[in-house]
């Protein structure tokens, strides 16, 4: 009888270390990196930031270190979403210049996945200026943020200040030669695996706006997305080189921020 229970306890020990090897001992998988950005006429940036994981131990409060947000932003919002429903998010600063831990306000459960949902603005021009065969574009000058883990999709969806013809309301009728005309040109797409155009509609203008959907699988550690497009001077007429700063995006609710504390290194972020 003694020995039986010894090999139901080894049994049972091994079965429970099974979700951290089998996920190749991360405690935890990022299973998509998602952005939605609005770009600004004045070259300036709304983002709606989605990080989905998997926590394979559960048992955590807090997201250590997200990545660094641009130097110039304004947060909005943030919140999350799990197996019993929303559940708020608060940014504490970590110390690191543009850094936050992002605080829980339930702790994870084991093989839950979670979403964190981060809304701020980035209130300065993100493009540089460039001449594409003698004509002035602008060349967008963002990238995602970098995590120590991999990631299973990374993704970013960009709504363009283009507006389509008013009879353009499906993808397949943004074509290759409608995003030319639209002055739109791309670099090099090989490490993508999807690069898409379709309309997103603007319900409080009945207009219809040029998008991109850009999507990388199986993205490695330190992986990001830098979208090689350019727009039309005419499009965006700002640079980051524009000396006087621009105003900051009017906010209606403020994300709670309290005053917080160094952190580890970023390699125990999910710790």
């Not at 951290?20 to 935890?28: E, I, R, S």
């Not at 641009?70 to 559940?87: M, V, W």
């Not at 964190?116 to 004509?135: K, L, N, Q």
């Amino acid at each position: 009888m003694k020995r039986w229970f010894v090999l139901l306890g080894t049994f049972l020990a091994l079965f429970g270390l099974w979700p951290t090897l089998a996920h190749g001992q991360d405690p935890v998988t990022l299973n998509k990196s998602d952005y939605y950005v609005t770009v600004l006429q004045d070259g300036r940036l709304r983002v709606k930031y989605e990080l989905t994981f998997t926590d394979h131990e559960g048992g955590r409060d807090r997201i250590r270190e997200l990545p660094a947000l641009e130097s110039s932003h304004s947060l909005i919002e943030a919140y999350g979403a799990g197996p019993d429903g929303r559940f708020q998010v608060t940014l504490q600063p970590t110390g690191a210049p543009n850094v936050y831990s992002a605080v829980l306000a339930e702790r994870t459960k084991p093989s839950g996945q979670y979403a964190i949902t981060i809304r701020y603005t980035i209130d300065r021009s993100v493009f540089d200026p460039t001449t594409i065969d003698g004509e002035e574009y602008r060349v967008i000058a963002w990238a995602s943020g970098e995590w120590e883990l991999p990631i299973e999709v990374l993704a970013a969806t960009f709504v363009l200040p283009i507006e389509l013809p008013a009879e353009v309301s499906k993808p397949e009728q943004v074509t290759d030669d409608l995003v030319n005309r639209a002055g739109v040109k791309v670099g090099d797409l090989s490490t993508f695996d999807r690069w898409v155009y379709f309309p997103t509609p603007d319900e409080a203008t009945g207009k219809n706006w040029l998008s991109i959907y850009i999507e990388q699988r199986n993205v490695p550690s330190r992986g990001k997305i830098e979208p090689p497009f350019y727009l039309r001077a005419s499009v965006i007429p700002v640079t980051r080189e524009t000396a006087i700063p621009l105003r900051p995006t009017p906010t209606s609710r403020a994300i709670p921020v309290s005053a917080g504390w160094s952190t580890a290194a970023i390699t125990l972020l999910f710790c």
